[in-house]
């Protein structure tokens, strides 16, 4: 390598390791570096010199490469979704698959797997079309003998396959499962088989063999190879079940079941908490049978009593040990299966059975074990994170709980007499003796549950129960008492919290209100989860809605009389430590669900909170002040954020002037944002900064004005989650006084140009210019135009995407119905004589019969009516063709079914997404930093012409009587059913077109 080669690996290196500093300005000046080189040529290449030739003493820095290199492909390698104006290299990117698969057979195992993780982000795009060869490279090392690149090739393999399980189907998913399975089934089978062949040898060797503990490595490593195998056969019959593996399905069974059979002490883990590698094997076993018996049933059916016996069999010997609890989980989960599968009922309706299920599997996996008790008390947020927002999908309670409800489907009388029986029998116990039989509580409250809640979502609770449960006489006797209860076990407490949440849509008004006090009374327990739980429960109760009435459950009136109390236990500081050099006052507990309680009952009550907001926001204005310090939850910042949000908007509806006052308080926290540079928080606080100054009338504040330099700083755009807040703010500057930006008007557009050249941002580039085109006079915007128009341009013709195109279109009709027509056709044939009449053609026309949302439709219909009345050129002019499409595309527009679109229920505004892994729509925090309760106000510009329909025709009326016969004439040409409607709408508004 030359000299400058050298040089060029050795400053790579130096700003790697600068990377890894603890001082955060080393860090900023090492990541700057990787901004400024990483575009250059070769750049993945030198990263991957650095991967292979660091030294043993610089295993840091090959690290951080690795790391480096992964980010880099995500980040830059084509993609069809990529909204990047940058990408690797072609030669780079051959060079980089030529060099991946090898550099992993030989790296070591810590960095072998983020090298195997670039070779996933790479096939994801490129395989199998762009890149054939990397299945023949990835399976060329199976007869090797080499472990550490069987086991690299098949990590490889599974991280490249493991979409196949949630993929959506499609006729490309089908080849390239084809083509894998067509390729590399029969090589991994035989690498299945030979390695299971050498698990005999392998096991004598590692018992009596002379190098015991090397053999115990190597029998260790070839469980490893088997469990990625089963992983990689899992994801290929995910979509469906290759006739290779029909073919071969007896030959594969048994081989899982002399597995799940298979015992070894050396492979059982040393660790209660984590699983060894045989349970790890043995629970994705199960896991496969579960989906050959779910979604290819009559190929499993002639193994499904034998699985179910074995399985069964794993069940009673499990212990009650974290490290079981996957194989526990899945094998609960295909027991469960199987009792759902109506073909399966024979063998569960035999004498004893489904008792035994309830004795022997249900019962004892809902306890709550010593580990949960630990987990309670010494990392409460884990506990709470599993409990509450459901990451506890793999524990054994969850499993044993599907099982309640999967042995329900067809046995649901005999097994809720059953467990019923079970539930009383536990009741009884804790009553004996409370403090010492608390256990027996938590399992009754649980199985309850379990049993009772039938259709059950996160965000509205269980909507149908058991016809044979009754939740609010158990809520009654054994819940709501003990909310209240002088007995100290936190369990409980938060247990009865719990069930209130679950069941909240099916307990009345009454009782509800009859457990309010006690709830905002554990609002001050010391327990962590106990009184998350509680500002959890109360934020859950607030939006629930009546099933018949659709009304909420409670009414603000209901909260008023115990709404002081509620504040003062949701407002008061918990201090988690005593004072530091850092935080004088303590940390400061930043609890996500209590913040969220108060935003959501800021949300609830509305003006009802008026007489409190200065109360509230103090509080929050204190929490703010140790976060700007503390940055480190970004949910929690969120939720305080929103509640900010929620208080400016709260008292500036009521009294605008109270802007004033909030300005005052919040600015101080605003500057010290700025000033320590804690650019998490930029966003929100831009976005408060636009909230406040959209109540002000006339002249802008200088203290917003001294902010402008900052906003207008390109820098700051480097900070993407920055983009929407500063566009949002600075177009806030122009809809208040125009008049007081036309100075910096070329800043503004400069920023515009920056956005609007790139594909990530250019939608936020149009929503800078908007409030420019709306506000600022024409005439001092004319000298920008041709430019502004040359960019469009530009982009159609250099890196056209449909986000630009579904952008700009409606962005026309904007400009028309602000500026009129004939501005607009003007600037653009500026740019280019004639080109209006390709803009047209190629993208107006196309595009309108793509538009969904109504809002859009209506201005497009609007600005497009104004288009084809009011300009000479469209009618009988130079782009005289065009008047009868565009027409034509009004009227289809127009007939277009109205898209159902989801009203905004703001309210129930949630960081966190559904079951489904969806968010409310249209309330998705883009970056989790967009505040939804300081959203801008959408603004009809159309809202003075009326009726769409009626609009067009007296338009066309207008029209008509200025040019008399010409408009009917063309309308005589159009196609019959346009021609109808054109009729329709002019009947409909009383008027004609002669």
């Not at 690149?149 to 089908?174: Q, V």
Request: glycine content about 4%.
């Amino acid at each position: 390598m030359s000299a400058s080669g050298d040089s060029d690996i050795s400053a790579l290196v130096d700003s790697l390791l600068c990377t890894l500093k603890p001082e955060k300005d080393s860090r900023l000046e090492g990541e700057r570096y990787l901004r400024q080189i990483e575009r250059s040529p070769t750049f993945a290449l030198r990263l991957i010199q650095i991967i292979d030739t660091a030294g043993q003493n610089l295993q840091s820095v090959r690290l951080v490469a690795a790391v480096t290199l992964k980010n880099y492909v995500k980040k830059y390698w084509p993609s069809p979704d990529s909204t990047e104006d940058f990408e690797v290299p072609a030669p780079d990117r051959d060079a980089l698959k030529r060099a991946l698969v090898p550099l992993m057979f030989r790296c070591p195992q810590f960095v072998q797997k983020l090298v195997s993780e670039t070779i996933n982000l790479i096939a994801w795009v490129d395989f199998p079309a762009r890149w054939p060869e990397l299945l023949p490279d990835l399976m060329s090392k199976f007869e090797s003998g080499d472990v550490d690149a069987i086991l690299g090739s098949l990590r490889t393999a599974h991280g490249l396959f493991k979409h196949y399980r949630n993929a959506f189907e499609s006729n490309a998913l089908w080849q390239e499962i084809k083509l894998v399975v067509d390729q590399f089934a029969v090589p991994f089978t035989r690498l299945f088989l030979a390695t299971w062949n050498r698990i005999p040898e392998l096991e004598r060797l590692s018992k009596e063999g002379p190098e015991k503990e090397k053999s115990k490595e190597a029998l260790d490593n070839a469980f490893q190879i088997l469990l990625l195998c089963a992983k990689i056969y899992f994801s290929l019959i995910s979509q469906e079940l290759p006739q290779v593996f029909v073919d071969h399905l007896g030959g594969w069974m048994e081989k899982f079941q002399n597995l799940l059979n298979y015992d070894n002490i050396d492979l059982h883990s040393d660790n209660d908490e984590e699983p060894g590698i045989l349970s790890s094997l043995k629970a994705q076993i199960c896991a496969i049978v579960t989906l050959l018996a779910k979604k290819y049933d009559e190929d499993f059916e002639p193994y499904m009593a034998v699985f179910v016996e074995v399985v069964w069999k794993q069940l009673l010997g499990i212990t009650q040990l974290q490290q079981d609890d996957l194989l526990a989980f899945n094998a609960m989960e295909f027991v469960a299966n199987s009792l759902l599968n109506y073909k399966c009922r024979s063998l569960f309706d035999r004498e004893n059975v489904l008792e035994s299920i309830c004795e022997k599997i249900i019962v004892p996996n809902i306890q709550f074990r010593q580990s949960d008790k630990e987990l309670f008390e010494e990392n409460p947020d884990e506990f709470i994170r599993r409990d509450i927002e459901g990451s506890d999908i793999h524990t054994r309670r969850r499993a044993a709980a599907d099982l309640v409800r999967a042995s329900t489907k067809h046995f649901e009388e005999r097994v809720t007499k059953v467990l019923t029986g079970y539930i009383q029998f536990l009741i009884a116990e804790f009553q004996k003796d409370p403090v010492r039989n608390w256990k027996s509580k938590d399992s009754a409250i649980f199985l309850t549950s379990s049993l009772a809640a039938k259709g059950q979502t996160s965000r509205h609770g269980t909507l149908t129960v058991n016809p044979m449960m009754d939740v609010v006489a158990f809520a009654k006797a054994h819940v709501i008492p003990h909310l209240g209860s002088q007995v100290e076990q936190n369990v409980l407490k938060a247990d009865c919290l719990k069930y209130i949440v679950t069941f909240r849509v099916q307990l009345p008004r009454a009782v509800l209100l009859e457990s309010f006090p006690a709830i905002i009374a554990l609002l001050d327990s010391p327990n962590t989860v106990v009184h998350t739980y509680a500002a959890h429960c109360i934020e859950r109760i607030f939006t629930t809605k009546d099933i018949s009435t659709g009304q909420f459950t409670l009414q603000p009136a209901d909260i008023q009389p115990i709404l002081e109390a509620l504040l003062a236990n949701l407002l008061k500081p918990r201090r988690l430590s005593g004072p530091d050099r850092e935080n004088p006052d303590g940390v400061l507990e930043e609890n996500e669900y209590t913040i969220k309680c108060i935003m959501r009952t800021l949300s609830y009550l509305q003006a009802h909170m008026l007489p409190y907001i200065n109360v509230v926001v103090t509080g929050l204005l204190n929490r703010l002040a140790f976060a700007v310090k503390n940055p480190g939850n970004p949910r929690y910042d969120h939720y305080l954020f929103e509640s900010l949000a929620l208080c400016i908007g709260i008292a500036c509806r009521a009294e605008p002037k109270a802007v004033e006052l909030f300005e005052t308080v919040i600015f101080q926290q605003i500057e010290v944002v700025l000033k320590e540079n804690v650019d998490a928080f930029f966003p929100y606080a831009f976005q408060l900064m636009a909230q406040m100054l959209e109540y002000r009338v006339g002249e802008i504040p200088v203290f917003y004005l001294q902010l402008l330099d900052h906003l207008l700083n390109p820098a700051l755009l480097e900070h993407e989650g920055c983009v929407p807040s500063v566009v949002r703010l600075l177009g806030t500057f122009f809809d208040v006084n125009p008049g007081q930006m036309t100075d910096r008007l070329i800043m503004v557009l400069g920023m515009f140009k920056r956005l609007i050249l790139t594909k990530k941002f250019d939608h936020e580039g149009f929503n800078l210019l908007r409030p420019v085109i709306d506000k600022v006079p024409l005439e001092r915007l004319r000298e920008y135009l041709p430019e502004i128009f040359r960019l469009f341009f530009q982009r159609l013709s250099t890196s056209k995407t449909p986000k630009f195109v579904k952008n700009l279109v409606p962005f026309l009709f904007f400009f028309i119905v602000r500026h009129g027509p004939q501005v607009l056709i003007g600037v653009v044939d500026q740019v280019q004589t004639g080109i209006f009449g390709m803009l047209m053609e190629k993208v107006v026309l196309e595009e309108m019969g793509k538009l969904t949302r109504m809002s859009t439709r209506r201005l497009c219909f609007v600005g497009g009516t104004l288009l084809l009345t009011e300009s000479p050129d469209l009618f009988g002019g130079r782009y005289d063709n065009w008047w009868a499409p565009l027409l034509e595309k009004l009227v289809k527009l127009n007939e277009l079914p109205p898209e159902k679109e989801v009203a905004e229920d703001l309210h129930s505004f949630d960081l966190t997404a559904d079951e489904n892994n969806v968010s409310m729509p249209g309330l998705v925090a883009t970056s989790q930093n967009q505040l939804i309760f300081a959203k801008k106000p959408e603004r009809d510009v159309t809202a003075d012409r009326g009726e769409p329909r009626q609009f067009l025709a007296q338009q066309l009326a207008k029209l008509s009587a200025n040019q008399p016969g010409q408009v009917a004439q063309k309308c005589a040409n159009l196609n019959p059913d346009v021609r109808n409607c054109v009729m329709l709408y002019c009947q409909a508004a009383g008027v004609n077109v002669v």
